[in-house]
């Protein structure tokens, strides 16, 4: 038989030699590149480019590494941890096909995952759908527990079930948002998971990934450190210089975080966002521990190029303002969150007090106290601010009383008024009267202190409810839902905490530094010390929680109280300083206002007067 058809049997070999052909031995970056859509939104997508990425290349192409057996990601949000992960899944599932193991912390985290990032990957990329089956198939598998394809099968888990995380095992194991997990009593569902996998010898890889949360409890923060610890360095558009991005760089203008900008740590120079993107773009990562078949990586939010450092920015000041600067230190620097566990040491409090004298620092532009009820007593502690960048207010401790009585009588609120509603001398010659007052109202006199605030809310009393809760904002909105009829300020007293503490670890006088007088006595500083943070574990999660280490504590709480005051009242202490700064640098040299005879007085005995006088 003569074959005519030369040209068309050519055409038949050279196809089936296509299907002979290994695939191409392409890392799998470069193979999503030429293969995988990404679907956005909805609009049609494109094939995926780790140009405005590039870090994203490195981890991902170790998923195919037989060098390489454990891959960490500790990063932020909006750095694509989720695409690289579905970019690592789909290589084998079609390039390199073998069997998988996809954990989240949840069946409901599980459940929006395949929602809106599985499936629609699927559904954008037709090769990966024709190897998958088909639902309800004859052949194959397909439901919410699993998926097959031609060489393997997608598992699906989530910690704390026991159904579907035991007896599974596969070569590749993904655990999306680690830190997120129940740890079981056999342990943290993550080690259970690479245990299993160990009977694939060497093959065995895992890609674990995650924001990480409080220092010491964090999984991921401790498998990154367990890793080679990669950082990704970017070069300075101005010197060249390499670095990596870091939060303390970031500069903006005084209350306008629109105007943030990146300052190079060598040359200063401040880079725009366009810049930053055009040094993220020429990045690279480089280890700074040795390769043990573990890397891990560490990414943060600066690194985003869809993401404006103005955002960023204002992201900070929003958490920080409700007392939650937990998630931005967490979600987008992707550090661990240290938790004041050692507390605030008193004996250095002690040792950094000052003496002012008599009259209040100049420094000072508004009064705020604190009063907190005990059945025997009152104890006040009336707080000068200063100004500070974005509500960090520099702070002194101007006085500290203690009226001692019974709250169910007159005397002692009278006593009360006679500080909240006096008139209080600075160095520059300014009285000040107290602007806002925080007035606790649990324990066992509600009743009086209702009375109380209620007679003097337009003069800025405000009625505290202390509540208790992780992650509540430091001051919520006030309700009336009481018998006295007041407004009552729920205060979380986490949150308070947190802040004093934050506040008495600031080192030197600026922004956020408390000062104290001398005199003030070790007693109010083993208060004011009284508690710290520790971490505790319930039900697998770790929990912070405040315990006392000494019995009386009313010098943290009236603090706390003075603070949530100066936040209800919306003063802006900056904007004070600032016109104080202004109307001192075109005032005259002597102040010729009139001076009362009481005050005169006041000023004769402290002292204050005489000595301005001789001067
Ligand atoms: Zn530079």
């Not at 299993?196 to 990934?209: C, H, M």
């Amino acid at each position: 038989m003569k074959f005519s058809n030369t040209e068309g049997l050519r055409q038949i070999i050279n196809d089936a030699a296509q299907y002979l052909q290994p695939p191409p031995d392409l890392k799998p970056s470069e193979w999503a590149e030429q293969n995988i859509k990404i679907p956005i939104g909805n609009a049609i997508p494109g094939l995926i480019r780790f140009d405005n990425a590039p870090y994203q290349r490195e981890p991902l192409d170790l998923t195919a590494d037989p060098e390489c057996n454990r891959i960490t990601l500790m990063w932020s949000a909006q750095v694509g941890k989720t695409t690289l992960a579905l970019c690592a899944q789909a290589y084998k599932i079609v390039q390199d096909p073998q069997s998988q193991i996809m954990m989240q912390p949840s069946q409901g985290d599980l459940g929006t995952w395949l929602e809106t990032k599985f499936n629609p990957l699927v559904e954008s990329n037709p090769e990966m759908e024709r190897r998958i089956a088909k639902p309800r198939a004859r052949e194959g598998v397909n439901n919410s527990r699993m998926k097959s394809y031609p060489g393997g099968f997608l598992m699906f888990s989530w910690s704390g079930s026991a159904k579907t995380t035991r007896g599974r095992s596969a070569p590749f194991v993904v655990t999306d948002e680690t830190d997120g997990y129940e740890r079981g009593h056999e342990g943290h569902p993550v080690s259970l998971l690479w245990q299993r996998a160990a009977t694939f010898g060497d093959r065995r890889k895992l890609l674990e990934i995650s924001t990480p949360t409080i220092k010491g409890a964090s999984w991921i923060e401790a498998s990154f450190e367990q890793g080679d610890q990669r950082f990704f360095y970017v070069p300075c558009v101005h010197c060249g210089h390499e670095q990596k991005l870091q939060w303390k760089n970031v500069i903006w203008d005084e209350g306008k975080p629109e105007t943030a900008k990146y300052g190079c740590e060598n040359c200063g120079s401040l880079w725009s966002d366009a810049e930053r993107y055009t040094a993220i773009r020429g990045g690279h990562w480089i280890a700074s521990e040795s390769f043990q078949g573990h890397a891990s990586f560490h990414l943060n939010e600066m690194y985003s190029c869809f993401r404006k450092l103005g955002d960023i920015a204002q992201s900070f000041i929003e958490k920080k303002r409700s007392g939650d600067l937990q998630t931005f230190i967490n979600v987008s620097l992707a550090e661990s969150y240290e938790e004041n566990g050692e507390g605030v040491r008193d004996d250095l409090l002690v040792d950094r007090c000052e003496d002012w004298g008599d009259l209040i620092p100049s420094e000072v532009v508004c009064l705020i106290a604190g009063v907190d009820v005990q059945d025997d007593r009152v104890e006040i502690e009336v707080v000068g601010f200063g100004g500070g960048m974005d509500h960090e207010e520099e702070s002194w401790s101007i006085m500290y009383r203690t009226i001692y009585g019974d709250p169910s009588g007159q005397q002692i609120w009278s006593d009360l008024d006679t500080i909240l509603f006096g008139e209080y001398e600075t160095h520059d010659g300014r009285m000040l009267s107290i602007r806002a007052t925080g007035i606790d109202t649990g324990g066992h006199h509600t009743q009086s202190v209702y009375k109380y605030v209620k007679m003097r809310e337009g003069r800025r009393v405000y009625g505290i409810k202390g509540v208790g809760g992780e992650g509540r904002a430091f001051v919520g909105r006030p309700g009336k839902n009481n018998i006295g009829k007041v407004n009552l300020f729920p205060v979380s007293s986490d949150a308070g905490k947190e802040l004093v503490y934050s506040r008495l670890k600031v080192p030197e006088p600026g922004p956020g530094y408390c000062h104290f007088p001398t005199g003030r006595g070790e007693e109010y500083f083993k208060q004011l010390t009284a508690e710290k943070l520790v971490t505790r574990y319930v039900r697998g999660h770790a929990k912070r929680v405040w315990i006392k280490t000494r019995p009386r504590n009313e010098a943290l709480d009236v603090r706390v109280y003075a603070l949530a005051a100066l936040s209800i009242s919306g003063i802006n202490v900056n904007t004070m300083a600032s016109k104080l700064n202004a109307e001192k640098a075109t005032a005259p040299e002597i102040d010729e206002k009139p001076v009362d005879i009481r005050q005169k007085m006041r000023q004769r005995k402290r002292g204050g007067f005489i000595n301005n006088w001789r001067s």
